[in-house]
């Protein structure tokens, strides 16, 4: 009876926020931010440090805020308080890789992780429903894991192995270049692989980092050089499972206008286009995914997080600017004073 008498809160009590931010306030600090559809911030709660992704929990008005790589800290926020609800630390011998996400009933988490001594990735698991306690952990299935995502099928997980070995002690120096091997890894809840798609040999300096998953399945994933500068590879790739990758790029001028990295990437919500955002070329392109072909870019300075938005795609950029696009140019529709961060979450 006290159940149905007391319901449980919901994203609804926490202003309905459509998506989630980490953002830099000048002289107010870190932030993990809640944004409407329409560009409004409804809520900012305070991080230790610079964030990087954040997971919301799927039916709880929660979200995990993670520290950008090679931190430590995960912060879960009650996004209608703003009370801290748990924080946790990467265990002795791993850090973050600023990402992480629930499975379909919420009672997990999963985040990616480096064991910097052994120099292979990892995926934490953590007890959602009971303050965020570590369960446990099992193989990535590469070196490098940053982006992970639930597939529709709401078991299986898709992991970006982007094949660079770091290590907290040098900093963001990359120490196995010459001997990278990239992957999207599938696996089960346990860790069981179920699948593992890796890129061609002369493709093995492209790292792949961030992912996006459509309704059906498709898993979009953006990718960013290592190799020889003046060399112009395709940093957009589309998998299906039992299916070989396709690859997507723009019109070389076009192309070359991304400088070698894309730092997200975002499908439709009715699986018709793809987005990809360059923060370094200040750029966004358009790919019709009916015939994998370009179809438009956009200028904007220090562009990088971007989400599928009803019937259009909503950016962020790093001069606090929000919007999404018309036919011909970026339609904005906020201006706040801060620096969004890399990702723009869709809750």
């Known amino acids: ?116 001594e052994a120099g292979l990735g990892v995926i934490g698991v953590w007890d959602a429903q009971h303050r965020y306690v570590r369960l446990g952990e099992f193989a990535s299935g590469g070196v490098g894991p940053h982006d992970m995502k639930l597939m529709p099928d709401g078991e299986t997980l898709v992991i970006a192995n982007g094949g660079i070995e770091t290590h907290p002690d040098m900093g963001r120096t990359k120490l196995n270049l010459t001997t990278m091997r990239p992957n999207l890894n599938y696996v089960a809840p346990d860790g069981t692989q179920r699948d593992q798609i890796e890129l061609p040999s002369e493709l093995s300096r492209n790292s792949i980092r961030h992912l996006a998953v ?37 019109p070389m001028t076009q192309h070359r206008e991304l400088r070698g990295y894309v730092g997200s990437v975002a499908i439709a919500q009715d699986a018709s286009q793809l987005a990809a955002t360059s923060p370094i070329g200040g750029v966004v392109q358009i790919f019709d995914l009916a015939n994998d072909t370009f179809s438009a870019t956009y200028a904007l300075p220090d562009v990088c997080g971007v989400s599928a938005g009803g019937a259009k795609f909503m950016f962020s950029s790093g001069t606090g600017k929000v919007g999404t696009f018309d036919d011909a140019k970026p339609v904005f529709l906020g201006d706040h004073p801060c620096a969004w961060d890399n990702h723009l979450v869709r809750i």
């Open 1 to 116: 009876m006290a159940t149905g008498l007391c319901p449980r809160p919901s994203w609804a009590d926490a202003g309905s926020p459509t998506y989630l931010s980490a953002a830099r306030f000048p002289n107010a600090g870190d932030h993990l931010v809640g944004l409407s559809g329409a560009g409004d911030i409804l809520f900012k709660l305070p991080l230790p440090g610079r964030g990087h992704a954040a997971a919301a929990h799927p039916t709880r008005p929660e979200a995990v805020g993670f520290a950008r790589r090679p931190g430590r800290f995960a912060f879960v926020l009650d996004c209608i308080t703003g009370q801290v609800i748990a924080n946790f630390n990467a265990p002795e011998g791993r850090h973050f890789y600023g990402h992480g996400t629930f499975s379909a009933d919420g009672s997990t988490l999963y985040t990616t992780e480096n064991d910097y």
């Open 214 to 250: 459509g309704p059906d399945g498709l898993v979009a994933f953006a990718m960013q050089w290592q190799g020889e500068a003046e060399q112009h590879p395709a940093l957009l790739g589309l998998h299906t499972r039992g299916e070989d990758i396709r690859l997507l790029q723009a």
